[in-house]
């Protein structure tokens, strides 16, 4: 069974940091692209970040290019998410998902197997 899980979102002070995982069962996340998507209420789900299955490419939304930074681990079948420097803006419940083609997009209708979310919230 294919799955995929998000973990490690919770609630933290503006200028913080958080660390979200997208771990994979079933399948062999190495041999996917990954992105990372999030939804805040009443708004489209949006792309924040993607990688290579190789881990050597990835691309960042304009919104938080410097703050994040993704990586993975294919041995650990583990996809991370590392956000600094959090913002209230970056409040959303953060996903993760597949993409079954060699190159990065930012269009949630691009990609095929999703986790079932982490939330992140950013307050004082």
């Known amino acids: 069974q294919v799955q995929l899980v998000e973990s490690g979102g919770g609630l933290v002070e503006p200028g913080g940091s958080l660390r979200v995982s997208c771990a994979a069962s079933?399948?062999?996340?190495?041999?996917?692209?990954i992105g990372w998507f999030r939804q805040a209420p009443g708004k489209e789900r949006e792309g924040v970040s993607c990688i290579s299955s190789s881990g050597r490419t990835t691309y960042y939304s304009d919104s938080v290019k410097g703050r994040f930074t993704i990586s993975r681990d294919n041995a650990k079948n583990t996809v991370y998410l590392q956000m600094n420097s959090l913002k209230p803006e970056d409040t959303a419940v953060y996903y993760c998902a597949t993409r079954h083609f060699a190159y990065c997009s930012g269009d949630p209708r691009d990609y095929d197997d999703w986790g079932q979310g982490t939330q992140v919230t950013v307050s004082s």
């Open positions: 079933g399948f062999i996340l190495g041999s996917y692209y």
